[in-house]
């Protein structure tokens, strides 16, 4: 069974910093692509990112390019997502996705972490 759990979510003031992680189980994490995906308050499903098996490749929606990092440690079965510079727009809940695809919102996905940007 695929379980992916993610944390570090959270209240923070705009210009603030968090720290996602995701932790994967069930699968071989080390052979997957992985994607970290949101959904604002009243909104859809968004990409944010993703990350090849091996780390060396990544991708960024514009709305989070030179913001946010992708990141992860295959020999924890950790996903990270480094995010800075937040903004009120980025408040959503994160979720961490086994794979990679156009239809990112059929990836089987965590049920996620709250980020919240506020003052």
């Known amino acids: 069974e695929v379980q992916l759990q993610a944390s570090g979510g959270g209240l923070v003031q705009p210009g603030g910093a968090l720290r996602l992680s995701c932790v994967a189980s069930?699968?071989?994490?080390?052979?997957?692509?992985m994607t970290w995906l949101r959904q604002a308050p009243g909104k859809g499903l968004e990409r944010v990112s993703h990350i090849d098996s091996g780390g060396g490749n990544t991708y960024y929606a514009d709305s989070v390019k030179g913001r946010f990092t992708i990141s992860r440690n295959n020999a924890e079965n950790t996903l990270y997502l480094q995010m800075n510079s937040l903004k009120p727009e980025d408040t959503a809940i994160y979720y961490c996705a086994k794979g990679v695809s156009l239809q990112y919102n059929l990836l089987p996905r965590g049920q996620g972490t709250q980020v919240t940007v506020s003052s």
């Open positions: 069930g699968f071989r994490f080390g052979s997957y692509f």
